[in-house]
């Protein structure tokens, strides 16, 4: 009974904010700079449409195994795919997990690319 009472007393993890391009350009020529978490494969990732430098490839598959290390780094973290469904699913996960500053990349490296970036 505790248990069903505590589901449904406790609060949803918070949702993860969505950047934009220009915003995410911004953040990374900032001080601070986010880490770029790019949860496609490894062959999309080193593929036609490259990746963001410096960005850290973990498939969205093998997330749940590096969450720790991920919430060790303290840094912000914003999630990439091809679009960005995968990544939305990685930042909800993430969030989930209790990391907090976690982002998505609207339109994912679709979007990196179409910007000239």
């Known amino acids: ?60 598959s093998e997330l749940d195994v590096h969450q720790a290390e991920l919430a060790a780094a303290g840094r912000s973290v914003v999630c990439v795919c091809l679009t960005d469904k995968r990544s939305a699913a990685a930042a909800s996960q993430l969030a989930a997990a209790g990391l907090t500053g976690v982002a998505v990349l609207r339109g994912g490296m679709k979007a990196w690319r179409e910007a000239g970036l």
Do not use: Y
């Open 1 to 60: 009974m505790f248990d069903v009472l505590t589901r449904f007393f406790r609060k949803p993890p918070p949702e993860p904010a969505w950047l934009e391009v220009g915003q995410l350009r911004q953040r990374l020529a900032g001080s601070a700079a986010p880490l770029i978490l790019d949860v496609r494969g490894a062959d999309e990732f080193d593929g036609p449409l490259g990746h963001i430098a410096d960005a850290r490839n973990i498939p969205l």
